[in-house]
């Protein structure tokens, strides 16, 4: 299991499954800003992001007394999020399906590795990503899960996720570099 920041409080889980609320909104206070961070990072957009937190926190709360094991609350948590991020962006995508708007925002959380100019070129890379693409980059290179963690997580094979890695991968290539190949053509070096 990765780390994912704050280790889960067994007891709140509990209290929480026996519709303690307070536990439960302690539950999501520790934790919001990394959930939010991950569908704002499928998403892409602040609105759509809160949207679908809200839609997994009414869902998790609905469906917590059905978790069997309270200590995996963070990773079914974080399935949940990731199928509410990947529905809402397929509803939107049938929406708008020829308009692309790209919001100017900046990254969800600084990073001291790379430069601006970096982060700039990963972003705007990452946004030409479907959200499937996102999902799946963002549960392995920003959560930190496994392949075959991710596989528990969506419920399908791993060797799909593997795939599904690759093609991401190589997605993410191929936007940084038709990026490279734009600004060269454009004179920007």
Sequence with gaps: MPAVGVMVDRDLVVAAQRGD????VDLVRVRGGRYFAIAHRILRDVDRAEDALQDALVIAWRDLPSLRDPDRFDAWLHRILTHV???QAGRERKRIANLYVLPVDGPAAPDELLSVADRDLL????RRLTPDERA????RHYVGY???EIADLLGIPAGTVR???HHAHRAMRAALDADARRAVAGGIS
Aim: charged residues 20%; proline residues 5%; glycine residues 4%.
């Design 21 to 24: 609320q307070a536990a439960f």
């Design 85 to 87: 991020c990947m529905a």
């Design 123 to 126: 972003d705007r890379g990452f």
């Design 136 to 139: 799946i980059l963002v549960l």
């Design 146 to 148: 496994e392949p075959n």
């Design 163 to 165: 795939s599904r890695l």
